[in-house]
């Protein structure tokens, strides 16, 4: 099946391949294999998008401009997966995308599907946490996963996610992604992002993992709510520098493609070892809550399951699966 969506990044694809020069219409209807009226209605909702086109009569088509407004469109252009985010579902408002993700994932989502808003009039965090997602300010995606493993394995997936999330934060210069189990990213103890892995399974098969991500980008000081104002922080607040998110959203796909791949072909070990060189507080006493009861231990690493592994006073060695650490 030929979407417009598939036609619309053939077309983006043609145009910047053709770089400054033009592309006529009777070419690009010959290539995609649509009437050169239907080519012209594409550039008008190229134009929607945010892309600039340059029509020049009897010559052609051409980019001048290529489109910063985050879309199903701009992502794909230039994103570099070949299963995550196929399908890409951009909506400008939601209540959360992890809604709008369950719901397309029980109506038969892909695999790989991803969901992104500009905004989200009620996004969650765990422990039914609010989490502050401002227009045009941050990532908020949920993306569709279909893993053939058993349900216990599905919390690597979290592990998976913050691992490829600190990978890209640490190619740029002056960022030091450190995570804090399971699940918070961390740049100098202040959190930027933040992920909520929500499962429907059997008892020993799963049919879908949604896995949300919330990440501050271009949040000034003063757009960070005050309640968490002492231990968030956004890419801009720590490099005084705006951020493109549309690049930012495709690294984050590459770098989850690739992990992902690797963690089905070859387990967890190697996300292990990755996310040990992230690790926030590894080797030092750490203090966490398990339901009501507050507990200190040296923080020893992460298990080959992902569990939290600690090491009390009395020098025995325990796994944690479900703990808060403390700041
Ligand atoms: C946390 O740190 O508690 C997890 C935060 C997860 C936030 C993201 S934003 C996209 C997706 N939609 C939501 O409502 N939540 C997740």
Known sequence: MVTIESTRSKLIKLLADAKESYISGQQLSEQLHISRTAIWKHMKELEKDGYVIEAKPKTGYRIKHFSENVSANTLKWGLNTSWLGKEIIHKSTVSSTQLVAHEAARTNAAHGTVI???????????????????????????????????????????????????????????????????????????????????????????????????????????ELPDAIHYRATSLRKETANEWQIITLVQQILQAMEAQYDTFLKRGFSEIKTKWESYGFRIGEKISYHQGRENKQAIFSGIAADGALLVELANGNKEKIYSAEIDW
């Open 116 to 222: 992104i808003a500009d905004e989200q009039s009620s996004g969650r965090g765990r422990m039914d946490r609010v989490w502050h997602s401002k227009k045009g300010k941050g990532i908020w995606m949920s993306v569709i996963l279909r893993p053939e493993i058993p349900p216990y394995m599905a919390p690597q997936l979290t592990l998976m996610t913050a691992t490829a999330i600190a990978d890209v934060l640490d190619q740029y210069d002056g960022i030091n992604p450190k995570i804090k189990w399971p699940n918070d990213i961390l740049i100098e103890n202040k959190k930027v992002a933040g992920i909520l892995t929500e499962m429907q399974a059997e008892q020993d098969r799963i049919q879908y993992v949604v896995i949300g991500m919330g990440l501050n980008v271009n949040q000034a000081d003063n």
